[in-house]
């Protein structure tokens, strides 16, 4: 089953994260300390933290930090520095109780909320970063970074109106900005807004008209309009402008993939995920090919890494649930059927797989309810699809 929904287009939400410098860095020395003045070890080590800092040398500052905060442990500035180093090493999630530590000792302060926010951000984790975004965006309402991250957040939790919102504001204050230009066009599409689809489209034509933000979101455009061939074109241009640019070998892919061309969507898949290995889309959708030619454990393996970018999408929940029963473990698919059926209960393949694992694990009652409510939702979809071509 192909999944109809392409979520939100993680490789270039986590390019933007990754991209963004560490929002905001209060430097380190006796001078910043507050309260007492600095003692000559504490100054030494302030010193080498900051010069390891500069050099790159993060592991040797994180060392100089830690030894400088057991000797002034309310220090914002040097819980800041110490989850600074920690985040270029990679160790965002260490970072953030020092980061919430500093906000502890000084509620609001700016320089903490802001590297805050972007950590959580970078962890994916949009509902902790949105309301930091939020309240720094009411006292710096002209900060672009703040803007531009705030609506990529609500991206992420599939707020587009409100994303647009945000992104718009983001634009108007960088108007030749091309990323963020696409991620608004792309809120405006998943928001059905159709003129500001346009709108942003014409902007970007007027930058570059050959970029591949201009041909991805026309190609967006054309398949949720069902226009495959105008689709298939406009990525194929987007891949001529720019190959590595997030999306573009996942929307061929899925366009192939819509026209029952496996052997050609296979490969533009694996493209994606040579560039971008969490991306979710192209993780789900190529487990849904591998499994149907018997590949069934990189097809679980593919759908836990798509469900490890977005745990509520749902045709990877399925996906794993047939995977696990294809394994010859039924009991491990309850779990992420039962969830894909939460997240919609009208999903009648994943009630009819439940019903094929209740019914390996002797539980036939329930197995039988399971397809019986497949068989009724199929009916009655049946019966309105049939209601909507009958003449008036």
């Not at 809120?187 to 500001?196: D, V, W």
């Not at 001529?240 to 969507?265: E, M, T």
């Not at 969490?278 to 591998?290: E, F, K, R, T």
């Amino acid at each position: 089953m192909i999944a109809r929904k392409a979520n939100y287009p993680t490789a270039l939400i986590l390019i933007l994260a990754f991209s963004a410098p560490t929002l905001c860095t209060p430097g380190t020395g006796p001078a910043l300390l507050q309260g007492a003045p600095a003692t000559p070890q504490l100054q030494l080590l302030l010193a080498e933290g900051s010069d390891a800092l500069q050099r790159g040398d993060d592991t040797a500052a994180e060392k100089a930090f830690r030894r400088a905060l057991t000797l002034e442990p309310k220090s914002i500035e040097i819980l800041n520095d110490l989850a600074i180093s920690l985040v270029k090493e990679g160790h965002l999630t260490d970072a953030i109780p020092y980061y919430r530590r500093a906000l502890v000792l000084k509620p609001g302060d700016l320089t903490t909320s802001r590297n805050l926010a972007l950590a959580y951000f970078k962890l994916q984790n949009f509902h902790q970063a949105l309301p930091l975004l939020q309240a720094l965006n009411s006292r710096q309402p002209g900060d672009f970074q703040v803007l531009d991250l705030a609506g990529l957040s609500l991206f992420g939790l599939d707020h587009y109106v409100e994303a647009a919102k945000y992104l718009e504001s983001a634009s108007r204050l960088r108007p030749s900005d091309l990323p963020t230009l696409y991620m608004l066009g792309q809120a405006y599409l998943r928001a059905a807004n159709y003129k500001g689809v346009t709108d942003v489209f014409g902007r970007i034509m007027t930058i570059d008209p050959n970029s591949a933000e201009a041909h991805v979101m026309m190609g967006t455009a054309y398949d949720k309009t069902f226009q495959q061939s105008k689709a298939l074109d406009e990525y194929q241009a987007a891949e001529r402008a720019d190959p590595n640019f997030p999306g573009v070998h996942s929307g061929l892919g899925q366009i192939y993939l819509k026209r029952g061309q496996l052997d050609s969507a296979e490969p533009e898949f694996r493209e994606e995920l040579k560039r971008f290995p969490a991306d979710a889309v192209s993780n789900c959708l190529l487990g849904q090919i591998v499994i149907g030619r018997d590949g069934a454990e990189e097809a679980r393996s593919l759908f836990l890494t798509a469900l490890a970018a977005n745990s509520r999408y749902k045709e990877a929940l399925f996906g794993l649930g047939k995977a696990e029963i294809k394994l010859g473990n039924p009991d491990k698919a309850l779990a992420p059927l039962r969830k894909a059926i939460r997240l919609d209960p009208v999903y009648f393949q994943a009630h009819y797989q439940l019903g094929s694992a209740l019914a390996l694990l002797g539980r036939h009652d329930e197995a039988k309810k399971e397809r019986e409510i497949c068989a009724t939702i199929q009916a009655k979809q049946r019966a309105e699809y049939a209601k909507k071509l009958a003449p008036q």
